[in-house]
């Protein structure tokens, strides 16, 4: 049985940093594509940031050049480093993993879910 688990949301202020960990168990973090995505109330969930199987990043416009995404192997990890945080980042945070190696950017392009971790960023 797959299971995601988000940590690391937190209150900050505008210009601060956090760092998503998600923690898998029953799947194998880097053999196939997974991804962070957010969902702000009224919102659709939305991609921020993918990996796939080979180590290439991708990140939404609206969050590249301060969120990073990176695994680690080791710990069978996602994570999400977020700098620079605005206001318009406030979100819930989901973890996202697909059985397959083709990354897509819907929601539908994945299998399993964690909980979610909210992020709130203040002004």
């Known amino acids: 049985q797959v299971q995601l688990v988000e940590s690391g949301g937190d209150s900050v202020q505008a210009g601060g940093s956090l760092r998503l960990s998600c923690a898998a168990s029953?799947?194998?973090?880097?053999?196939?594509?997974m991804a962070w995505f957010r969902q702000a109330p009224g919102k659709e969930r939305a991609w921020v940031a993918i990996?796939?199987?080979?180590?290439?990043?991708y990140r939404a416009i609206s969050v590249k050049g301060r969120f990073t995404i990176s695994a680690d192997n080791a710990k069978n990890t996602l994570y999400l480093q977020m700098n620079s945080l605005k206001p318009e980042d406030t979100a819930m945070y989901y973890c996202?993993?697909?059985?397959?190696?083709?990354?897509?950017?819907?929601?539908?392009?994945?299998?399993?879910w964690g909980q979610g971790t909210q992020v709130t960023v203040s002004s």
């Open positions: 996202a993993a697909a059985d397959r190696k083709t990354c897509g950017l819907r929601p539908s392009n994945y299998n399993y």
């Open positions: 029953g799947y194998t973090v880097r053999n196939y594509c």
């Open positions: 990996i796939d199987s080979d180590g290439t990043t």
